[in-house]
């Protein structure tokens, strides 16, 4: 067993069973021998008291006021770079594992794709604030909006991304997808089938991943 931090992250649009997913990797480290105290949750917006203050703003109503597409941006890039600096990389550096509920993907797919800014402005960014930080691997839970809104709408009142139309989360989608083909990081599970079948490739996209690292961490040595 490598005794190096991690970072881990569930992304998928609304509804896709990210909860599960964070649930079923932590499970998954226990196995493996990591200690629940070296396991940490995270998500995005959110896990500072700052990043939470932003998170509150990113998803209400501005009473009336029209939060605009770059506010919005960088409001959640403010929020990252809190919990990044002062949450994530120092559990990374104390050989702790981080399980994201979304991180950057998420602005590449909702902001990028779904309010259409440019790819290149949408790395620039990227790049100026987080550098070359990013996860180890990424578990993309692919559902349809459909079948993902259906499945979170139950909860009752909408939030302003919620109010958006199907358009805006099929672009998403396809986003997430396109990303995914790209970077063999992002790791695509079908979300739509049985949580039992879901767990199970969890699990199994987990196996590929701890074995390429610790071939990788043989190598080095
Ligand atoms: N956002 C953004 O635009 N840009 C960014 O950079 C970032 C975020 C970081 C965050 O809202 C919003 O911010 C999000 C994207 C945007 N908005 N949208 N839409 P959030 O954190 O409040 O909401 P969410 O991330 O979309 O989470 P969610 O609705 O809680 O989704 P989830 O965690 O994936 O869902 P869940 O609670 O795990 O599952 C939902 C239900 O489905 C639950 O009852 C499960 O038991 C059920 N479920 C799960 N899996 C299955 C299967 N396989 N079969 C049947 N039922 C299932």
Do not use: W
């Amino acid at each position: 067993m490598t005794t190096d931090g991690q970072f881990f992250v569930v992304e998928g649009l609304e509804g896709a069973g990210k909860t599960n997913a964070q649930e079923q990797i932590k499970h998954y480290l226990q196995n493996r021998g990591i200690k629940s105290n070296q396991i940490l949750f995270t998500r995005e917006p959110g896990g500072t008291p700052l990043a939470e203050k932003l998170r509150n703003i990113f998803k209400a109503d501005l009473d009336g006021e029209v939060l605009t597409r770059k506010a919005e941006l960088l409001v959640l890039y403010a929020a990252r770079i809190q919990l990044v600096e002062n949450i994530i990389k120092p559990a990374l550096l104390r050989g702790d594992y981080v399980i994201g509920d979304r991180h950057d993907l998420s602005s590449q797919a909702y902001q990028g794709a779904g309010r259409g800014f440019d790819a290149t402005f949408m790395l620039t960014l990227k790049t100026l604030v987080l550098d070359s930080f990013k996860p180890q691997l990424t578990l993309y839970l692919d559902v349809t909006p459909e079948i993902g809104l259906q499945r979170a709408r139950v909860r009752g009142e909408l939030d302003r991304i919620e109010k958006e139309d199907l358009a805006f989360f099929n672009r998403v989608r396809e986003a997430y997808l396109d990303f995914a083909q790209k970077d063999p990081s992002i790791i695509i599970i079908d979300a739509t089938q049985p949580i039992e079948k879901v767990n199970q490739e969890i699990k199994k996209a987990l196996d590929v991943h701890f074995e390429n690292h610790e071939k990788k961490f043989d190598y080095c040595r």
